[in-house]
């Protein structure tokens, strides 16, 4: 069974428009939850990070944790073509000396 | 400040060749990270590095080796190249805040084993 799962895509949206990306995990020790984005042949960039529950916003992205559902989301409001890209959600444990799991990443296509 | 840099970009290995790839960072971080991303399985840990002097594996860390150098340097070793091996492989470091922590990826590197 996969740790850490995101909804399959590929996810289009309209410019302008919510994009809504989600993952679920499975290790309820689970304690720091990071958003990253990638571009097409490039390296995974670091957007966001959440450690408690709650709502985390950060320019046009809030992060959504739920720990008891062990559920994260993303959330990016005036979706622009620049944020067609994968997104890839990752966690890590108390004691994992930072070592991260991956989801398998959802491609969010942002059509003008 | 350069970041985390790798080399080579690109590589071509026949199976049962050797290479080791290159990793250094230039912002003191204590830790280091070897990942490896297959299409469709995001990226999965083989190696890391806590800190200067010791290594311990990852999910994936059959047919790797790993040397920390010093605390810049983190190579990743395949002793005998396998066609299942064919990946791309970033490393990372990890900056640890009081309140947050990111890692910061390199540029990657694309083997292909035929």
């Known amino acids: 069974q996969k740790e850490v799962e995101q909804n399959s895509g590929p996810l289009s949206v309209p410019e302008g428009a919510i994009a809504s990306l989600n993952c679920t995990y499975s290790?309820?020790?689970?304690?720091?939850f990071f958003w990253y984005r990638q571009y097409s042949g490039k390296s995974p960039e670091l957007i966001m990070s959440?450690?408690?529950?709650g709502d985390k916003e950060d320019g046009r992205f809030t992060a959504q944790l739920n720990k008891a559902s062990q559920y994260v989301s993303l959330l990016i409001r005036d979706s622009q073509p620049s944020d067609s890209a994968t997104y890839l959600c990752?966690?890590?444990?108390?004691?994992?000396?930072?070592?991260?799991?991956f989801g398998q990443g959802t491609i969010l296509t942002v059509h003008p | 400040n350069a970041g985390v840099t790798q080399t080579p970009k690109f590589q071509v290995l026949k199976t049962g060749q050797s290479m080791t790839l290159q990793c250094a960072q230039d912002?003191?971080?204590?830790?280091m990270y070897w990942y490896r991303q297959d299409p469709g399985m995001g990226l999965r840990l083989i190696y890391y590095?806590?800190?200067?002097?010791?290594?311990d594996k990852g999910e994936v860390p059959n047919g790797y080796n790993v040397s920390r150098l010093n605390k810049r340097e983190f190579s990743l070793r395949l002793e005998s190249a396998a066609p299942s091996q064919t990946s791309v492989y970033f490393c990372?470091?990890?900056?640890?805040?009081?309140?947050?922590?990111?890692?910061?990826f390199g540029p990657g590197t694309r083997l292909l084993v035929l």
């Open positions: 959440i450690y408690s529950n």
């Open positions: 912002m003191n971080h204590n830790s």
């Open positions: 290790d309820r020790g689970s304690q720091s």
């Open positions: 590095s806590a800190s200067e002097g010791t290594t």
């Open positions: 990752a966690v890590t444990g108390g004691t994992s000396y930072g070592k991260l799991t």
């Open positions: 990372a470091s990890r900056d640890r805040g009081l309140l947050r922590e990111t890692q910061y």
